[in-house]
């Protein structure tokens, strides 16, 4: 049998009622127990990283994260990681820029509802995740609801509902059925290299989403606070407001380039993705080196904004770094 760790790092899956809500109790240990069904997949074990809250992860809780599964690589066949519902899309894209040659299964999952609930959607999820942890497919997943995510196209849709995460712009991986998995994507080539992390991150990212009405004057607050990058998040194919002149947004972004600020736009509408080309709002904007997003989620920009402000120094290169699709934006 293959063996498994797996990470704890608290969500709604290990909670249970407090004194103000619910909130993450449970180790590892304690949830696999209410799973009998798994000794029949794998031989598990577990590390408890955290026990918190999603909504309280940071940026550098991927790393740890990360760097826990490089520490361990060699000593397991694939990684599961229990984690909160409201930032995993995060998580799992962060990890899937950050865990370079990765040639193992990481898989996330969580739940809408506690593990020790009656109508829990934990154990099933956690069972799946294990089975996708033993496949023979490699990469970062997130599963839900035995639906197979690529970690750089989940995003979570619903609040409550049990069919929590969707894959943006890029097809379900596989499904579980029972004990089967199926898979709609065939598996990709190994990578040749070794294993290898890429940690070094700038923070300094900040996600703009335009309304009707928005004032130009919050681009220069943003730039002058020392943000190091903006993502606006622009309406339908990623238009910037370019006709009263008074909230006309490009004079702004003009001089948020000319203060070496990069300046990428994400369409606000969740499918389809972004395309400066299409529409004058858009070419104006991408002519002044506003960079698109093409079909990668805000989640996935972020974090890839984030760890290209941390590699890079030149414009050029950032710049360069978040066009660039070998990382899995397209499939």
């Not at 990668?296 to 978040?322: C, H, N, P, W």
Request: aromatic residues 8%; contains cysteine.
């Amino acid at each position: 049998m293959k063996k498994i760790c797996l990470f704890t790092t608290g969500g709604t899956i290990a909670s249970a009622e407090g004194d103000t809500g619910l909130i993450p109790q449970l180790d590892g240990a304690s949830m696999l127990r209410l799973i009998p069904a798994l000794v029949e997949v794998c031989q598990i074990e577990c590390q408890e990283l955290m026990n918190i809250d999603s909504s309280n992860l940071q940026p550098e809780h991927w790393v740890l994260i990360a760097q826990k599964i490089v520490d361990n690589y060699d000593l397991y066949d694939g990684f599961v990681i229990s984690h909160g519902t409201d930032t995993m899309a995060y998580s799992a894209a962060a990890l899937s820029y950050m865990l370079q040659n990765l040639a193992k299964p990481v898989v996330f999952t969580g739940s809408q509802r506690p593990i020790g609930q009656a109508d829990t959607d934990g154990k099933a999820n956690l069972l799946a995740a294990f089975r996708v942890a033993t496949a023979d497919h490699f990469g970062v997943y997130l599963v839900f609801a035995n639906n197979v995510i690529h970690g750089l196209h989940a995003k979570k849709l619903y609040t409550r509902h049990l069919n929590a995460f969707g894959s943006i712009n890029a097809p379900i991986m596989a499904h579980v059925a029972g004990n089967q998995l199926i898979w709609q994507v065939p598996a990709a080539q190994k990578p040749e290299g070794l294993l290898s992390l890429r940690a070094k991150m700038d923070q300094r990212v900040f996600v703009l989403k335009l309304i009707p009405g928005i004032q130009p004057q919050l681009i220069d607050m943003v730039v002058l606070a020392g943000y190091r990058g903006i993502i606006i998040e622009g309406f339908g194919a990623g238009g910037v407001p370019n006709y009263d002149c008074e909230r006309n947004l490009l004079p702004a972004i003009e001089r948020a380039l000319k203060a070496g600020v990069i300046v990428a736009c994400v369409s606000q509408c969740i499918y389809d993705g972004t395309y400066l080309d299409c529409y004058e709002v858009g070419i104006l904007a991408e002519r002044m080196g506003v960079v698109s997003a093409g079909n990668m989620t805000l989640e996935a920009l972020l974090v890839k904004f984030m760890l290209a402000l941390g590699q890079y120094s030149d414009s050029d290169e950032i710049r360069s770094f978040l066009r660039d699709n070998t990382y899995g934006e397209v499939i």
